[in-house]
Structures are given as C-alpha cells and as structure tokens.
C-alpha cells in the first residue's frame, strides 16, 4: 500500500468535516437560470480519454480537423469533447496540436457566428503540459479572433477521485487522509513533476515566476459556502494580464455556485481560459446526474468470447488493483515485457507472442488481462524526453493487441490514461463516440461509432490514479456476471 509521512497528511474528517453547508436545491436552480443564457459552445479538449469520467450523453471526438469541430459545433448539446491526448506528446508536439486546434476553432466560430468557452481538462493530480497548453491557446485563439483574455480560471477539484482543494491547498485523499499534491507520488512524475501544493505557488513554480502567487485571485469556501455570488462576481471583474484564479472546492456544489458567479461575470464581457479537472465540465455542460451504469446497458451484443482488460498505467494505485484483480479465477493473465523495447527483434516475437495468446483464449470465451511490466523502463537523468519516446512504442504494441485482434471481445478495458486513448483512436479506430456514462465513481464508458472495428462496443476508460484497490475487480465482475 502507499504510505505516507504522517507530517504530511491531515485527516479528511477533521478538513472536511467543518465546512458550512449550503441550500443545494436553491443553488441548482440558480445555475440553471445563469446556464440557460450563457449561449456559448463549450469545448473541452481532453489530454487523456479520462476527463469524460463525469459525464454522459456528450460526443468525444478523436481528431481536431475543421469537418469534426464543425460537427460538434452543430451539436445540439453545448458541449463537445476533443480528445488530443496530449499527456503522451513531447512539449513541441503539443505546441503544434494546440495551435492547429485554436485555429480551427477561431475559424468555425468565425463562419458559424457562435461565441465559445475553451477548457483545458487537465490531471485531477496536476500532471500534464501546464502551462503550455493554455498559453498557446490564448496566443492562437487573440491571434485568430477579437477575443481577449483576461484571466486563467484553474479548478482541479474532483471529488470522485478524492481530490480536494481547501485554503487553496491542493490534496489528494489515500484512505482517511488528505495529502498535499505536491507531497504524493504523482509530483514526482518524471515528465511532469512538481513541488508545490499551494495552487497559487504550483503556477508560480510551473510558470517559471512569470505568473506569482501573489497576483492570484483566491476563490474561498467561505465566500463560495456563504452564498456571496456578488462578491465573487466582482472578484472575477477585477482579474486581468491573464492572472490566476484559483478556485477551492470539496463538493459540486462548490463548483456550481463558482459557475453561477462566472457565467455572471462572462456576461458582462469577461474572458477567461480554464485548466480543470472533470468536475467543472459537467458543472458548465449541464450534465444532469446518472446511475451507474449496469451490465444490461453495458453489454449491447453478447457474443460467447472472453473480455479483455489492457493494464498500462504504471501508478502505484493501478498495480495495487492489478493485485487484487489476479485473485479473480475466471482470468487469464499475460504480462506483456515491454522492456524489450530496448532489442526491437526480441520486443516483435514478444508482442506476437502476446497478441496470439490472447486471441486464442478470447475466442474460447477466456477473459484475458495483458499487463506491462510493473516496473517503469528508466534510461537515468535527463532522458525524459527519451523516456517518453519509448514509452509510445510500448503503447504502439500494446495497442495493437486491440488492433491485430481478428475476434470481438464481449468488452474492452484498458487501464492508463494514454493506453486508453491510443486503444481508442488508433486500436478500435474511433472517429466519434458517445459518453454512456460511469461503470463506477470516475470510471467512463465510450459507446463506439459506426466506423470502429467493433461498432458500439462498451469501450471502458479506467484512469491509472482512481479507485480503492478493489475498484478494478469490482469493475471487471459487473461485465462477467
């Protein structure tokens, strides 16, 4: 199990145990009214297929070009996701996807004479390309339109992964305790670490000191609990140069009296770019609430073959639920040495081994897990660009388990963010999909189009940081009874 310093955790009782509670009916309803005029399209582009993990009945498409913005532009819902899937790019890569997106949409705002919100949905953690991805949207976006940006609203509270902000301290719940982000396994990340807790010093420290603490707007639980639309309103007014706003929250309701205060200040001419985790998209969206979904909604064309369970991700959670999940006896388990990456010939007869292997027992109605190694590959100091390299060749081979497979699974897991994406776009081909919904808290399914390799299979996106340690058993028992 993760352990963690006791200096460094509080008790989640004693955080959260104490804050003022607030009308929710009389805040939905006011959120209503300010959502119902805000007449703006809302586009989330998605750095891994996780962040549709609050919602259901939206569209997710998987490329940016002006024919599928156009498309979702013309959608009569408000909003629409664009998976860029970025978390898996180097920084140049990016770059370049950020600015063909701006461009695109400038231009299909432009023709369609629609007003529009972008939102960068980011890592409930803190990882990701912060803060390239929104400032090359900004430049591009002022570049291409009469638009103007005033402020940068970051909001990475989501509750169903247990990530909480209070006194703008970001925290990350492990059992009982919050922990302070920057205290946690996912600051240490290679490619995207960082130090700071404190969401105003975590900009200031990623920003390189360009943007500072000091000059962050502070969205306090006492002015969002208290009801103060008015005063956060103005507080919003007030932000310029492209600062910070910083938004607490423990709970949506949280979130929607932010929204109530925002869609006020939009409506008398403010602009603002958003970084975000999950929470606030369903909050903006209008996204109603949803039961989790069962195996009868799930499962649209039984077949007699086995499932498949893809495992990617390499966080400490994800190997812990592996764990459990190898109790399970109605699986078969193939791990996948994707350390042999590093001997092209021998990695080749390894991904043909494993890919054969599955094939034959997913026919004769085996449930099948392929893992990777539990151990990340490390090339040493400096070579994270490398690193991240490699580890795209690995999600090459481990898509293309999903993509060689010539038998249709009953269903499709896959654990990790860029595992996921790459199953989605490039193994089972999606252009368009449709949200369902959750499996379990956090856990979205993608109904696949018309044009996959399995037409309307539950495809399920099980982010690596999300869940106890029984959730990917749990998960993978709903499909199988």
Do not use: C
């Not at 507080?235 to 600062?243: A, R, S």
């Amino acid at each position: 199990m993760t352990t963690i310093n006791s200096t460094e955790k509080r008790l989640a009782e004693e955080v959260l145990g104490n804050i003022q509670v607030v009308d929710t009916q009389t805040v939905k309803d006011m959120l209503e009214k300010e959502l119902a005029s805000l007449n703006k399209k809302i586009i989330v582009l998605d750095d891994d297929p996780t962040g549709v993990q609050t919602v259901h009945g939206v569209s997710v498409y998987t490329d940016w070009s002006v024919d599928s913005i156009e498309k979702g532009f013309q959608e009569e819902n408000s909003m629409f996701f664009i998976l860029t899937n970025s978390r898996g790019f180097t920084a140049a890569e990016t770059k370049k996807a950020h600015i063909d997106i701006a461009t695109n949409i400038a231009e299909v705002a432009k023709k369609q004479n629609k007003e529009f919100i972008v939102i960068s949905r980011g890592d409930s953690t803190l990882r990701g390309h912060y803060p390239l991805e929104t400032e090359v949207l900004k430049d591009t976006i002022e570049g291409h339109s009469d638009l103007q940006y005033d402020g940068e609203v970051i909001i990475p509270f989501f509750k169903e992964g247990g990530r909480f902000t209070v006194d703008n301290i970001h925290y990350v719940q492990y059992e009982e305790y919050l922990v302070p982000a920057g205290e946690t396994e996912f600051a240490k990340d290679r490619t995207f670490g960082y130090t700071k807790s404190h969401l105003g010093e975590y900009v200031e420290e990623k920003s390189d000191g360009r943007f500072t603490a000091e000059n962050a707007t502070y969205i306090s639980l006492e002015s969002l609990r208290s009801l103060d639309i008015e005063g956060i309103t103005n507080q919003l007014l007030q932000v310029t140069d492209f600062n910070k706003v910083v938004v607490n929250a423990v709970d949506y309701v949280d979130v929607e009296i932010f929204v109530i205060a925002l869609a006020k200040a939009m409506k008398s001419g403010k602009q603002f770019m958003f970084r975000s985790a999950a929470a606030l998209t369903k909050v903006i969206g209008g996204v109603s609430d949803k039961a989790l979904l069962t195996r009868e909604e799930l499962i649209q064309e039984e077949t007699n073959h086995g499932g498949l369970i893809l495992v990617g991700s390499h966080v400490k959670k994800t190997t812990e639920q592996l764990e459990v999940l190898k109790t399970s006896d109605f699986i078969e388990f193939i791990e996948f040495n994707t350390h042999l990456v590093l001997q092209p010939e021998k990695f080749q007869v390894e991904i043909d081994r494993v890919i054969s292997t599955t094939e034959d027992l997913i026919q004769s109605g085996k449930t099948v897990t392929v893992y990777t190694n539990r151990e990340r590959l490390d090339l040493g100091e400096g070579k994270n660009e490398e690193e991240l390299k490699l580890s795209v060749k690995i999600s090459d081979a481990v898509t293309s388990i999903v993509g060689r497979l010539t038998v249709r699974p009953n269903y499709i897991v896959a654990k990790g963010g860029i595992t996921s994406s790459d199953i989605g776009t490039k193994g089972l081909e999606v252009k368009r999909a449709t949200v369902a919904g959750q499996i379990q808290p956090g856990i979205p399914v993608w109904y696949t189009g018309e044009e996959s390799k399995f037409p309307g299979i539950a495809y399920i996106i099980f982010p690596g940081n999300v869940g106890a340690v029984t959730t990917l058993k749990d998960t993978v028992e709903i499909l199988n009874k």
